[in-house]
C-alpha cells in the first residue's frame, strides 16, 4: 500500500534522529501497527532507488539501497483515515536516567539520619 | 508533541567539539576531604556506580562510601565509644576489597566486613549511648536516628567498626575505600564477567540499566571497534558515577574526553572516534584515504553553505587539565597538568577541563588537551552541501572522510578551487533523493596526513610522579600491606528488620514488604467488546530455560539436549566463581555429540555455579550468533564431601565379586579391570595367581570439613587428622584411615600375602 516517509537523518549530534511514516489506516494496518507499539517492535525502514522508464509492467530487478534505518514507533497519530508513525528511539534527551538506581525504602529503609 | 527545529550550520562547531562549552572553575572532583564528617545516604538518591580496574598498579578509583545504618555505644567505666557503621560501596558485585585498602581519614583503622546483596555485618542499629561512671567524660553526641534496614538488593556493602577513647574527635571521620577493582560487569572485549575500565562497558551497562533503548539499537560492532580505540590507547574509566544525569548528555560528554563521538546510524547507536584510526585501533598518523570527492557534477543549486569558526573559538589557549595521580597504595589526589603550544598562550587565557573523577593517567589527560588545540588551531570551518543522490548514498556515513573539490569561476583561464578534506558530520538523505551532508574541515598536511590526529598522537604528558607529600603512617592501625580480604559478613533479612505488613513489593515482611505496591495484572475474564489493549505478544523472544540446577558434583555430567535447544549455534560453559562473580569460558561446543551438548564437571570447577548458554546462529551480528539463552546453571558446586553407599570387592580374585566390604565414605572407590598387583606390589596379569585388583578413589576429597559423615559401616575412607577433629564415634575414629592422595589403580590389598 501506498505511503510517505520523511528524510532519514544521521547525525553525530544529540537529538533529532527520528523518522516519520504516513500510512492508510486500514483494518490490517491499524491491528499491526498497535500491536508493533503495545509489544515494542522494531520497525525497519528501507528506501530504493530505481528507474522505471520504460519497466512500468514489473518492479525493477536491481535497485539501489540509499538509505535504511531500524527504530520503535515512539508516537502513533493520525485521523480515522490516516496514521502518522514517529520512528526513533527512547534515548531522552531531557531528564536524569543514570545512575539507573536510587536510594529507596525497599532498599535501606528508613536511613541514618544525621 | 514535537517541535522541530532547524539545525543552524552556525552551531556545529559546538556540537562537534570544536567550540568548547563555557568553562567551569571549581574544585577537582577527586578532591574530597579526608576528614570531613561521615556522609549518610538520603533516600532518592543514585545509588553509586564504582567502575573501575587496576591494570599494571594503575587504575581504580578511591571512593567515601555513604552510611545508611549506624550503632552507637559507650563503656559505662571507660566511656570507650563503638562506633559500627552500614555502608553502600556500589551497586552490583565488586571483588573482596583487601584489609590495606580501607580507611577512616587517613588511616587505616577498624573492623570491616563486605557483603553483597544482602546487608553488612550484624550489629543493630541504635544509639546505645548511656551514662558513664568516668569522671569529667566526654557527652558523646551521636545521630539518634540511626537507620532501620533494608534489602540492599544488588549492592556491594561494608560494615565497619571501631572504638574510640573518651573525647575523640575523630569517631565521626568519614571513611574511605580504594577500589582496585569496581562493579563486575560482562566485558565487550572479552565477552568475560568481571570488573572493567572501558568506558563503552560503562555506557553500555547504563543503555541496558536505563532501559530506554533496546538491544537491536545497540550497534555492536562499532561498540566494539569504540572499546578497542579506548583499549589500545590507554583511555581508561577509574571512577565512581553518583551523580544524576542525563543519559544521552552523559554519553556525549563523557564520551568526548575518550575522544568518541556518539553517533546514531541506520536507527542503531554506537560510538565513533574522534581521530581516524589504524586497523590495530591506534590513532592513524599516516595518510588519510579519503572515501568519496564531490564535485560541481554533485552540488545542487544553493546546495553550498560554509560558515567559519568564528574568533573567540580560534585563539590559542591553554588548558589546564585535571586528572587524578593515583598511587598503588596510597589515597589518589588531583594533578592538574597545562598543555599548550610552544610560545603561545603563555599567559592564557586558561581553560580547565575536569577528568579527575575518572582518568588516572595523565597521558589520557594531555592527548584529550591536544585534540582540543589541534581542533582549535587546525579546523577553520564546516560546511553543508546538497548533492543529488548516488552510489554514496550507501556508502559514506558518519565520521568518513570525504573531499569536496568544487571549480570557481573567478577569472578567465584562472579558475580557482575550493578542495578541501571533511568529516562527514551529518548526513540527511530525502526521499525526494538529494542528500544533505553537513561537513567540519578536516585539516591534512602536505603528505595527506591528519594534523589533529598527529597532534593527538605525539603529545605525552612529562610522566613526573609527584610525592604524596605524607611521612607520617602512624595513625595506621591495619596494616598497609596485608592483602587478606574483608570477611565476607552479613545478614539477608536482620531480625529488627521486623514484619509490619502492607502487601508485596519486596517479597516479605520488613521494609521490603512495607514499602512496594504491586497491582495484580489484569486476569483474563472473557472477550470483551474490544480486546486488550495490551495483549501479549505473539513475537515474544525466547526466554531462559531451566535444563538442569540444584546440586551437582565432581564427576557428574550435564547435559543439554538438541531437542531442548535445537537451532543451529553454540552452547557454551562457563564457571562463575560463587564469590567474586567472576565468569570463566570451560568450552565452547558448536556441535551436538549423540544429541546432547555435554560437559563433565571435573575438580576444577569446585567454589563455582556452572551455567550453560545457548545462542543461535545469526549471521546479521557481529559475532555471527543471535541474543544468548541461559539454558541451566548448578548450585556452586561443592568440595566432594558427598556420602556415597560404597562397595569393594575384598576378593583377591577379580572376577569374584562375591566378596564383598560395604562401607560408607566420602568417597567412590572402584575396581581397575586392566590392572593387577601382587600384594608386594609388583605388577601382575590380572589372571596370573596371586594377582590382586586395584582400585582407584574417584571423587576423593581434598578439602578436610568431613565431618558431615555421621554414620558408617564397615570400613570408612576418610582422613584420620579429620576424624579426630570431628564429632564422630570412637568407632569411627578408630577405624579411619589415611586417604591415599594419588588418583591411579595402586590402592591395593596387603593383606594375607
Same mark, same amino acid.
Given at each position: 500500500?501506498?505511503?510517505?516517509?520523511?528524510?532519514?537523518t544521521e547525525?553525530?549530534?544529540?537529538g533529532?534522529?527520528?523518522?516519520?511514516v504516513?500510512?492508510?489506516?486500514t483494518?490490517s494496518?491499524?491491528?499491526e501497527?498497535e500491536?508493533?507499539?503495545n509489544?515494542?517492535?522494531f520497525?525497519?525502514?528501507?528506501?530504493?532507488?530505481?528507474?522505471?522508464?520504460?519497466n512500468q509492467?514489473a518492479?525493477?530487478s536491481?535497485?539501489?539501497?540509499?538509505?535504511?534505518?531500524?527504530?520503535?514507533?515512539?508516537?502513533?497519530?493520525?485521523n480515522?483515515?490516516?496514521?502518522?508513525?514517529?520512528?526513533?528511539?527512547?534515548?531522552?534527551?531531557?531528564?536524569?536516567?543514570?545512575?539507573p538506581?536510587?536510594?529507596?525504602?525497599f532498599?535501606?529503609?528508613?536511613?541514618?539520619?544525621? | 508533541m514535537?517541535?522541530?527545529?532547524?539545525?543552524p550550520?552556525?552551531?556545529?562547531?559546538?556540537?562537534n567539539?570544536?567550540?568548547?562549552?563555557p568553562?567551569?572553575?571549581?574544585?577537582?572532583?577527586?578532591? #574530597?576531604?579526608?576528614?570531613?564528617?561521615?556522609?549518610?545516604?538520603?533516600?532518592?538518591?543514585p545509588?553509586p556506580?564504582?567502575?573501575?580496574?587496576?591494570?599494571?598498579?594503575?587504575?581504580?578509583?578511591?571512593?567515601?562510601?555513604?552510611?545508611?545504618?549506624?550503632?552507637?555505644?559507650?563503656?559505662?567505666?571507660?566511656?570507650v565509644?563503638?562506633?559500627?557503621?552500614?555502608?553502600?560501596?556500589?551497586?552490583?558485585?565488586?571483588?573482596?576489597?583487601p584489609? !590495606?585498602?580501607?580507611?577512616?581519614?587517613?588511616?587505616?583503622?577498624?573492623?570491616?566486613?563486605?557483603?553483597? +546483596?544482602?546487608?553488612?555485618?550484624?550489629?543493630?542499629?541504635?544509639?546505645? =549511648?548511656?551514662?558513664?561512671?568516668?569522671? %569529667?567524660?566526654?557527652i558523646?553526641?551521636?545521630p539518634?536516628y540511626c537507620?532501620?534496614?533494608?534489602?540492599?538488593?544488588?549492592?556491594?556493602?561494608?560494615s565497619?567498626?571501631?572504638?574510640?577513647?573518651d573525647?575523640?574527635?575523630r569517631?565521626?571521620?568519614q571513611?574511605?575505600v580504594?577500589?582496585?577493582?569496581?562493579?563486575? /560487569?560482562?566485558?565487550i572485549l572479552d +565477552?568475560?564477567?568481571?570488573?572493567?575500565?572501558?568506558?563503552i562497558d560503562?555506557?553500555?551497562?547504563l543503555?541496558?540499566?536505563?532501559?530506554?533503548?533496546?538491544?537491536?539499537?545497540? #550497534?555492536?560492532?562499532?561498540?566494539?571497534?569504540a572499546?578497542?580505540?579506548?583499549?589500545?590507547?590507554?583511555?581508561f574509566?577509574?571512577g565512581?558515577?553518583?551523580?544524576?544525569?542525563?543519559?544521552?548528555?552523559?554519553?556525549?560528554a563523557?564520551g568526548?574526553?575518550?575522544?568518541?563521538?556518539?553517533?546514531?546510524s541506520?536507527?542503531?547507536?554506537?560510538?565513533?572516534?574522534?581521530?581516524?584510526?589504524?586497523?590495530?585501533h591506534?590513532?592513524?598518523?599516516?595518510?588519510?584515504d579519503?572515501?568519496?570527492?564531490f564535485?560541481e557534477?554533485?552540488?545542487?543549486?544553493?546546495?553550498?553553505?560554509?560558515e567559519?569558526v @568564528?574568533?573567540?573559538?580560534?585563539q590559542d589557549?591553554?588548558?589546564?587539565m585535571?586528572?587524578?595521580q593515583?598511587p598503588?597504595?596510597?589515597?589518589?589526589?588531583p594533578r592538574?597538568?597545562q598543555v !599548550?603550544?610552544?610560545?603561545?598562550?603563555?599567559?592564557?587565557?586558561?581553560?580547565?577541563?575536569?577528568?579527575?573523577?575518572?582518568?588516572?593517567?595523565?597521558?589520557?589527560?594531555?592527548?584529550?588537551?591536544?585534540?582540543?588545540?589541534?581542533r582549535r588551531k587546525?579546523?577553520?570551518?564546516?560546511?553543508r552541501?546538497t548533492?543529488?543522490?548516488?552510489?554514496?548514498?550507501?556508502?559514506?556515513g558518519?565520521?568518513?572522510?570525504?573531499?569536496?573539490?568544487?571549480?570557481?569561476?573567478?577569472?578567465?583561464?584562472?579558475?580557482?578551487?575550493h578542495?578541501?578534506i571533511?568529516?562527514?558530520?551529518? =548526513?540527511?538523505?530525502?526521499?525526494?533523493?538529494?542528500?544533505?551532508?553537513?561537513?567540519?574541515?578536516? @585539516?591534512?598536511?602536505?603528505?595527506?596526513?591528519s594534523?589533529?590526529a598527529?597532534t593527538?598522537?605525539?603529545?605525552s604528558g612529562?610522566g613526573?610522579?609527584?610525592?604524596?607529600?605524607?611521612?607520617?603512617?602512624?595513625?595506621?592501625?591495619?596494616?598497609?600491606?596485608?592483602?587478606?580480604?574483608?570477611?565476607?559478613?552479613?545478614? +539477608?533479612?536482620?531480625a529488627?528488620?521486623?514484619?509490619?505488613?502492607?502487601?508485596?513489593?519486596?517479597?516479605g515482611?520488613?521494609?521490603?514488604?512495607a514499602?512496594?505496591?504491586?497491582?495484580?495484572?489484569?486476569?483474563?475474564?472473557?472477550e470483551? =467488546?474490544?480486546?486488550? +489493549?495490551n495483549?501479549?505478544d505473539?513475537?515474544?523472544?525466547?526466554?531462559?530455560?531451566e535444563?538442569?540446577?540444584?546440586?551437582?558434583? @565432581?564427576?557428574?555430567?550435564?547435559?543439554?539436549?538438541?531437542?531442548?535447544?535445537?537451532?543451529? %549455534?553454540?552452547?557454551?560453559?562457563? !564457571?562463575?566463581?560463587k564469590?567474586?562473580?567472576e565468569?570463566?569460558?570451560?568450552?565452547?561446543?558448536?556441535?551436538?555429540?549423540?544429541?546432547?551438548?555435554?560437559l563433565?564437571?571435573?575438580?576444577?570447577?569446585?567454589d563455582?555455579?556452572?551455567?550453560?548458554?545457548?545462542?543461535?546462529?545469526?549471521p546479521?551480528?557481529?559475532?555471527?550468533?543471535?541474543?544468548?539463552?541461559?539454558?541451566?546453571?548448578t548450585?556452586?558446586? @561443592?568440595?566432594?564431601?558427598? /556420602?556415597?553407599?560404597n562397595?569393594?570387592?575384598?576378593?583377591s580374585?577379580?572376577?569374584?565379586?562375591s566378596?564383598?566390604?560395604?562401607?560408607?565414605?566420602?568417597?567412590?572407590?572402584?575396581?581397575?579391570t586392566?590392572?593387577?598387583?601382587s600384594c608386594?606390589?609388583?605388577?601382575?596379569?590380572?589372571?596370573?595367581?596371586?594377582?590382586?585388583?586395584?582400585?582407584?578413589?574417584?571423587? !576423593?576429597?581434598?578439602?578436610?570439613?568431613?565431618?558431615?559423615?555421621?554414620?558408617?559401616?564397615?570400613?570408612?575412607?576418610?582422613?584420620k587428622?579429620?576424624?579426630?577433629s570431628?564429632n564422630?564415634?570412637q568407632?569411627?575414629?578408630?577405624?579411619?584411615?589415611?586417604?591415599?592422595?594419588?588418583?591411579?589403580y595402586?590402592l591395593?590389598?596387603?593383606?594375607?600375602?
Amino acid at each position: 500500500m501506498p505511503f510517505t516517509v520523511n528524510g532519514i537523518t544521521e547525525t553525530s549530534a544529540a537529538g533529532g534522529q527520528d523518522l516519520t511514516v504516513e500510512i492508510p489506516a486500514t483494518n490490517s494496518v491499524v491491528s499491526e501497527v498497535e500491536a508493533a507499539i503495545n509489544n515494542s517492535r522494531f520497525v525497519e525502514i528501507q528506501i530504493f532507488e530505481f528507474n522505471s522508464t520504460g519497466n512500468q509492467s514489473a518492479p525493477q530487478s536491481t535497485q539501489t539501497l540509499i538509505a535504511e534505518f531500524t527504530g520503535q514507533i515512539q508516537g502513533l497519530s493520525g485521523n480515522f483515515t490516516r496514521l502518522e508513525l514517529e520512528l526513533g528511539s527512547a534515548l531522552a534527551p531531557v531528564g536524569a536516567q543514570v545512575p539507573p538506581r536510587k536510594y529507596n525504602s525497599f532498599l535501606i529503609g528508613a536511613p541514618l539520619r544525621k | 508533541m514535537t517541535i522541530r527545529i532547524a539545525d543552524p550550520l552556525g552551531l556545529l562547531a559546538a556540537q562537534n567539539g570544536v567550540s568548547d562549552g563555557p568553562a567551569v572553575e571549581a574544585a577537582a572532583a577527586a578532591a #574530597d576531604s579526608l576528614n570531613s564528617a561521615q556522609m549518610a545516604a538520603s533516600i532518592g538518591e543514585p545509588v553509586p556506580i564504582v567502575f573501575c580496574r587496576q591494570v599494571s598498579s594503575n587504575g581504580g578509583i578511591f571512593v567515601s562510601p555513604k552510611a545508611t545504618e549506624a550503632r552507637y555505644e559507650n563503656a559505662e567505666s571507660t566511656n570507650v565509644l563503638t562506633v559500627s557503621l552500614m555502608l553502600v560501596l556500589s551497586e552490583g558485585s565488586l571483588a573482596t576489597v583487601p584489609i !590495606k585498602d580501607v580507611f577512616q581519614g587517613a588511616c587505616r583503622k577498624g573492623t570491616w566486613a563486605q557483603t553483597y +546483596d544482602r546487608r553488612a555485618g550484624t550489629w543493630t542499629p541504635g544509639n546505645n =549511648i548511656g551514662s558513664t561512671t568516668l569522671s %569529667g567524660a566526654t557527652i558523646w553526641d551521636c545521630p539518634q536516628y540511626c537507620g532501620t534496614s533494608g534489602r540492599y538488593d544488588n549492592m556491594t556493602t561494608l560494615s565497619y567498626i571501631n572504638t574510640f577513647d573518651d573525647a575523640d574527635t575523630r569517631w565521626d571521620n568519614q571513611v574511605h575505600v580504594f577500589v582496585r577493582n569496581g562493579m563486575q /560487569v560482562t566485558r565487550i572485549l572479552d +565477552d568475560s564477567l568481571g570488573p572493567s575500565n572501558n568506558f563503552i562497558d560503562l555506557a553500555l551497562y547504563l543503555i541496558r540499566q536505563s532501559s530506554q533503548i533496546a538491544e537491536t539499537l545497540i #550497534d555492536t560492532t562499532g561498540m566494539t571497534a569504540a572499546a578497542n580505540f579506548t583499549n589500545a590507547n590507554s583511555f581508561f574509566f577509574n571512577g565512581q558515577f553518583s551523580e544524576s544525569s542525563n543519559l544521552e548528555e552523559w554519553l556525549t560528554a563523557t564520551g568526548d574526553y575518550f575522544l568518541l563521538r556518539l553517533i546514531q546510524s541506520k536507527g542503531k547507536y554506537s560510538f565513533k572516534p574522534r581521530v581516524p584510526v589504524n586497523a590495530n585501533h591506534t590513532i592513524n598518523t599516516g595518510k588519510i584515504d579519503f572515501d568519496f570527492t564531490f564535485t560541481e557534477e554533485h552540488l545542487l543549486p544553493d546546495g553550498f553553505e560554509i560558515e567559519y569558526v @568564528p574568533l573567540p573559538d580560534r585563539q590559542d589557549i591553554a588548558y589546564d587539565m585535571v586528572w587524578r595521580q593515583q598511587p598503588d597504595a596510597d589515597i589518589g589526589f588531583p594533578r592538574s597538568t597545562q598543555v !599548550k603550544y610552544v610560545d603561545l598562550a603563555d599567559s592564557g587565557p586558561y581553560e580547565q577541563h575536569d577528568l579527575s573523577a575518572f582518568c588516572a593517567y595523565e597521558d589520557h589527560a594531555v592527548k584529550v588537551a591536544a585534540y582540543k588545540l589541534a581542533r582549535r588551531k587546525y579546523v577553520t570551518h564546516t560546511l553543508r552541501i546538497t548533492v543529488r543522490s548516488g552510489t554514496y548514498n550507501s556508502s559514506l556515513g558518519i565520521g568518513d572522510i570525504c573531499r569536496v573539490r568544487l571549480r570557481r569561476e573567478t577569472a578567465v583561464g584562472n579558475p580557482g578551487f575550493h578542495d578541501y578534506i571533511y568529516e562527514i558530520e551529518r =548526513i540527511e538523505k530525502t526521499t525526494g533523493g538529494a542528500c544533505v551532508f553537513t561537513l567540519t574541515h578536516f @585539516p591534512i598536511d602536505s603528505q595527506q596526513r591528519s594534523l589533529v590526529a598527529r597532534t593527538v598522537a605525539a603529545a605525552s604528558g612529562p610522566g613526573v610522579t609527584i610525592d604524596v607529600g605524607r611521612t607520617d603512617f602512624s595513625c595506621d592501625e591495619n596494616s598497609a600491606t596485608d592483602d587478606t580480604g574483608l570477611a565476607n559478613q552479613g545478614v +539477608d533479612y536482620p531480625a529488627f528488620d521486623a514484619p509490619t505488613g502492607g502487601s508485596g513489593g519486596g517479597g516479605g515482611g520488613g521494609a521490603g514488604g512495607a514499602t512496594g505496591t504491586e497491582l495484580d495484572a489484569p486476569e483474563d475474564e472473557g472477550e470483551p =467488546i474490544e480486546p486488550p +489493549d495490551n495483549p501479549e505478544d505473539s513475537l515474544e523472544e525466547t526466554q531462559d530455560l531451566e535444563l538442569f540446577s540444584g546440586e551437582h558434583d @565432581p564427576g557428574d555430567e550435564l547435559n543439554v539436549s538438541t531437542n531442548d535447544f535445537s537451532c543451529v %549455534g553454540q552452547v557454551q560453559w562457563f !564457571k562463575v566463581d560463587k564469590n567474586t562473580g567472576e565468569r570463566e569460558l570451560i568450552s565452547t561446543q558448536t556441535e551436538a555429540i549423540n544429541g546432547n551438548y555435554t560437559l563433565q564437571i571435573t575438580v576444577d570447577t569446585i567454589d563455582h555455579e556452572i551455567v550453560a548458554i545457548g545462542r543461535c546462529s545469526d549471521p546479521s551480528t557481529a559475532s555471527g550468533f543471535g541474543a544468548p539463552i541461559e539454558l541451566g546453571r548448578t548450585d556452586p558446586i @561443592p568440595t566432594n564431601t558427598r /556420602v556415597y553407599n560404597n562397595f569393594i570387592q575384598t576378593s583377591s580374585d577379580p572376577d569374584d565379586t562375591s566378596e564383598q566390604l560395604s562401607y560408607q565414605g566420602p568417597a567412590e572407590i572402584e575396581i581397575s579391570t586392566v590392572k593387577c598387583l601382587s600384594c608386594n606390589g609388583q605388577t601382575k596379569n590380572c589372571s596370573e595367581s596371586g594377582a590382586r585388583p586395584t582400585y582407584r578413589i574417584k571423587n !576423593k576429597y581434598s578439602q578436610t570439613n568431613t565431618c558431615q559423615v555421621t554414620v558408617h559401616s564397615g570400613l570408612p575412607f576418610t582422613d584420620k587428622v579429620a576424624a579426630e577433629s570431628c564429632n564422630v564415634s570412637q568407632n569411627w575414629k578408630d577405624t579411619a584411615i589415611d586417604i591415599p592422595t594419588l588418583q591411579s589403580y595402586e590402592l591395593f590389598r596387603t593383606d594375607s600375602c
